[in-house]
């Protein structure tokens, strides 16, 4: 019995090195972010970056993959024991027609807008997807099913500072445009919850208004995250069916992958009530540890240097997205509602 415990210690044994690195990460941000605010991921991206120079080190590089693959898949996963499909069903179909309409509209704008700026459709891709359904976490979930290039991993950390550091000022922003447009407190709802990119800044959001605003609004954006499962398998079989030039990368991307799966289940269990309040609270911890801690992992394996060389592109597309989906919006609770 000892004999066959020995392969699985010492597989641990060897990822430690580089797993206590973005745990200490995740700490000193979480300290950060409690103590002085701001946003938790965008430290624990910062910290990482500091750090790259450890990816180099052959001790630390497997339990730094470690964190940024599968940590990262297990934390979006985790995030469906959040929603309920009776929340869902609350808002009516306009509201939820229209985030539907906003999300495959901003997608499609990126991968056309990001042919005209001189960027790859994968990056357009990438950040339509992170600006219109869920920031930082729907970066890292369409990045776990992206082709595993270095370009790509350079635009999935330039995306989460990006989405990150709009959502915070979207923050500030939102709802003093929904006073500016007399929304009432259901209908400032709808707008924050479906335009900010992350799911902890549509709370503060929300709750700068009134209660009824910020349940409203966090309703809307766990509907914006339920969509997170259709975009990534579609974005899955979209990379599949593209392969590459030697075929690897259809090999590699499964159709449905099984973090999206777990995330279904969550969400289907937690709907019958299967989930606990207790357990719900739990779990959205232990998704928020591994999130943070992948991101962490994803700054230590990117160079700073190079996220620079990527230029003023990067940031003016998700900028045009963001006000896209502020439109959509704005058109929606102005006009047809």
């Known amino acids: 019995m000892l004999s066959s415990a020995r392969p699985w210690l010492l597989h641990t044994r060897s990822l430690w090195p580089g797993l206590a690195l973005p745990l200490l990460i995740m700490l000193g941000a979480t300290f950060l972010s409690e103590h002085y605010g701001g946003p938790q991921l965008l430290y624990a991206l910062l910290f990482g970056l500091a750090f790259h120079f450890l990816h180099q080190d052959a001790r630390c590089r497997p339990g730094i993959e470690f964190c940024a693959r599968t940590l990262l898949r297990i934390g979006v996963a985790l995030l469906g024991a959040r929603i309920t499909l009776a929340q869902i069903g609350q808002l009516g179909i306009g509201p939820l027609a229209t985030a539907v309409i906003a999300i495959a509209s901003a997608i499609a704008?990126?991968?056309?807008?990001?042919?005209?700026?001189?960027?790859?459709i994968d990056f357009g891709l990438l950040c339509g997807a992170a600006v219109s359904i869920c920031g930082a976490s729907a970066a890292l979930a369409v990045a776990a099913v992206m082709?595993?290039?270095?370009?790509?991993?350079?635009?999935?950390?330039?995306?989460?500072?990006?989405?990150?550091?709009?959502?915070?000022?979207?923050?500030?922003?939102?709802?003093?445009?929904?006073?500016?447009?007399?929304?009432?407190?259901?209908?400032a709802g709808i707008f924050l919850g479906g335009t900010i990119h992350d799911v902890a800044q549509v709370v503060g959001a929300g709750l700068m208004m009134s209660h009824e605003t910020g349940d409203v609004a966090v309703i809307v954006k766990l509907f914006r995250v339920t969509l997170?499962?259709?975009?990534?398998?579609?974005?899955?079989?979209?990379?599949?069916?593209?392969?590459?030039?030697?075929?690897?990368?259809?090999?590699?991307?499964?159709?449905?992958?099984?973090?999206?799966?777990?995330?279904?289940?969550?969400?289907?269990?937690?709907?019958?009530?299967?989930?606990?309040?207790?357990?719900n609270e739990a779990l959205g911890q232990v998704s928020r540890v591994c999130l943070v801690v992948a991101i962490a992992a994803l700054g230590i394996k990117t160079s700073f240097e190079e996220l620079v060389k990527l230029g003023w592109r990067p940031m003016a597309l998700m900028l045009v997205e963001t006000l896209w989906l502020v439109l959509i919006f704005v058109v929606y609770l102005c006009v047809f509602r």
Request: aromatic residues 8%.
């Open 147 to 187: 082709p595993k290039t270095p370009d790509n991993e350079r635009h999935t950390l330039l995306t989460v500072v990006g989405v990150t550091g709009l959502s915070t000022l979207a923050m500030i922003a939102y709802p003093l445009l929904a006073r500016v447009l007399r929304l009432d407190d259901t209908g």
């Open 109 to 120: 704008l990126g991968a056309w807008l990001a042919r005209r700026l001189g960027l790859s």
């Open 228 to 279: 997170l499962v259709p975009v990534v398998a579609v974005l899955a079989w979209y990379w599949r069916r593209r392969g590459s030039p030697d075929g690897a990368a259809g090999r590699r991307t499964p159709l449905l992958p099984f973090f999206l799966v777990g995330f279904m289940t969550l969400v289907l269990a937690n709907s019958l009530g299967v989930v606990t309040p207790r357990l």
